[in-house]
């Protein structure tokens, strides 16, 4: 959920009584990067106009305005960004505008006006240039998602792919993992749209498709490049799975992307592209399910019951444990770190933490999170490996709910599992899980 519960929050409200639209589009771009969203829609109706964000695939509203200033802030925009008409009101428009927040990130935007029956509405896709790419160890990718992230590393070839369902930010986890893999002696060449950071290790190609430039006739050029590493932006169509997978096969390691919601959604989506199971079985190795989550601030975190409070959501808890091996969980413990105190916490006393965005001293606006109290911005893995036995099941046909639960008996952690440990270990409000995963 937008956190509205800050000082941006309030100036934005301010911006709109007082009509200062020059600081509401500054105030909505600080606030709409420092909430990761990936578009911001600025719509029109016959009796108010609302600001929408679209945050880890999800719209939801950021403010209201009344409908009398709307035009005013449409034609703001169309000056400032020197590139549309402000005199043409019944035909779409683009623009692409390159801005600095209030916080001093570079962005460009993809903006587009579309004519509606009650005046123009205004997208912006918004693209952080400040992101660099994180270290694949800051990413809280844990124990044995760990390790079989690892196993698909080493391979010499095949095909990692992370699913994502709409909107940014689904390749950070890939050009960490690709950052792990750059040496010297590796060719890595990708095929982006966009281009969002410019890497100098990598041989980055942007995604034209006005001049028929598709993926594969730059695959067949990248492949005289003598690549090892190949990485393409998303895989959409038939004609770019099968290039994919014939990469895969004469010896190069494929990173993409595909817009699925799991990692076992995934199979039924590759054989509606008509694929076969023994290209699929012959060529995937790992395939990752990821979800953006709000990490718990720790300096005003406080304890909070549960069962109490919420029994359906601790139920879903101890169920998800309950459908573990015990050694299983025991090594997750382990190796993520996590206490006996904070497991048995949870278990015994059915505690768990939220962020209190004040000072538990001073009963001030906490210092670090100012006030977010879920600021920062992580990921929920889920990652599926291909080892031989789950080939085998998908030679014999096996349906994707066979395949994945013969995968969480071996141990996959899917995204709830990752996050009722990430619960117990003190990082995620249990509400925010269940936002982001539904209960099996
Ligand atoms: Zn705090």
Redesign the pocket.
Known sequence: MINKNNSWYEKLENAIIDADIEMLFKLLLTVAVDEWASDIHIEVYSTYCRIRLRVDGILEELIQYPPNIHETIIAKFKIESWQMRSDEKRLPQDARVSTVTLEWKEIDLRANTLPTVHGEKLVLRIIDKSKKIPPLKVLWIEWINAVYLDNALKAPNGIILTTWPTGSWKSTTLYSALSTLNNDDVNITTYEDPVENKTDWLNQSQVRTDIWYSFASWLRAALRQDPDIIMVWEIRDEETLETAMEAAMTWHLVFSTIHTNSSSETITRVYNMWAKPYMLAGTFNLVMAQRLWRKI?????VKYNLKKDNPELYRNMMEVLSSMKPEHIKQELKLRWISWSKWTEFTKEWIVYV???K?SETWEV?P??????EKWRVWLYEFMEYDDKLRQKILDWASNLEIENFALDKWMMNLERDGVFKVIKWLLNPKELYRLVKHK
């Open positions: 601030c720790d300096k005003c975190k962020g209190s965005w000072d906490c670090v999170c100012n006030g977010w109290w």
